[in-house]
């Protein structure tokens, strides 16, 4: 019998077996991580922005509560399971696009988020 809690079918260590990284779906409990590790990601906080474009353009923990309502099995988070903590994320969705669609940006594909 396998002993390893991170052997679950949503959850898989890296083939050497030798890190505490798992990716994980994600849920409403990181979503304020979610937010702080976009900012990470992309150089940014919540005092640059400045514009309704950077509003627009910014993944808040709100805009990541949307995504999980509307398509939770596309979202999903590297978690340190030794800390619990958000190191790596997905925003994902599914759409059905024209050719002309294909210029836009995310902003405007989701509707602000």
Not at 74 to 84: C, E, R, Y
Request: aromatic share 6%; charged share 20%; hydrophobic share 40%.
């Amino acid at each position: 019998m396998n002993a390893n809690p991170l052997s679950t079918p949503h959850t898989r260590p890296r083939q050497n077996r030798d890190t505490q990284i798992a990716v994980v779906p994600c849920s409403a409990k990181y979503l304020g991580q979610m937010e702080m590790c976009h900012q990470l990601a992309y150089g940014y906080t919540t005092a640059d922005i400045v514009s309704e474009d950077d509003a627009a353009e910014a993944l808040t923990a709100e805009k990541f509560r949307q995504h999980l309502a509307i398509f939770p099995e596309g979202q999903f988070i590297a978690l340190d399971k030794t800390t619990d903590r958000v190191v790596g994320l997905t925003a994902s969705m599914r759409v059905n696009l024209d050719a002309h669609d294909a210029a836009k940006s995310w902003a405007e594909l989701t509707n602000d988020g």
